[in-house]
């Protein structure tokens, strides 16, 4: 893939993400410190309503964890450009498919080598 295309691509989901960072943080229910005050509040509140609170921080929570997780690996694709490394397989070395690169920016493998969910059968796509 063109270095500049790569670039372009990172970039792309690098404001996708933070875009979903942003509104996370303004109208999830972690915004305004919400988050840390739910233990105060929840003396005064019906126990299903503190559950739901709860349930939705968590939610938050995991959202903004994995668009961190995509970020860094947004930075390491954009490390591997810089040492010449990007769209090479971290297994074999063979040239990971542009198409496959266009649909994932941040791909490190190819088809073959990408890591499996565990007990997901062999041949399996990931």
Do not use: F, W
Request: hydrophobic residues 30%.
């Amino acid at each position: 893939m063109d270095e500049d295309r790569a670039r372009e691509l990172l970039a792309e989901e690098r404001q996708r993400l933070e875009t979903i960072k942003d509104d996370v943080r303004r109208d999830g229910v972690i915004a305004d410190g919400d988050a840390q005050d739910i233990g105060e509040e929840a003396a005064g509140q019906h126990p299903g309503d503190v559950g739901t609170d709860v349930e939705e921080i968590s939610r938050d929570l995991g959202l903004l964890e994995q668009v961190e997780r995509e970020l860094a690996e947004i930075g390491d694709a954009l490390a591997r450009l810089e040492a010449g490394t990007y769209g090479q397989c971290e297994v074999c070395g063979r040239p990971i498919p542009d198409e496959r690169l266009e649909a994932n920016p941040t791909a490190r493998y190819d088809v073959e080598h990408e890591p499996r969910p565990e007990g997901a059968p062999l041949g399996s796509a990931p």
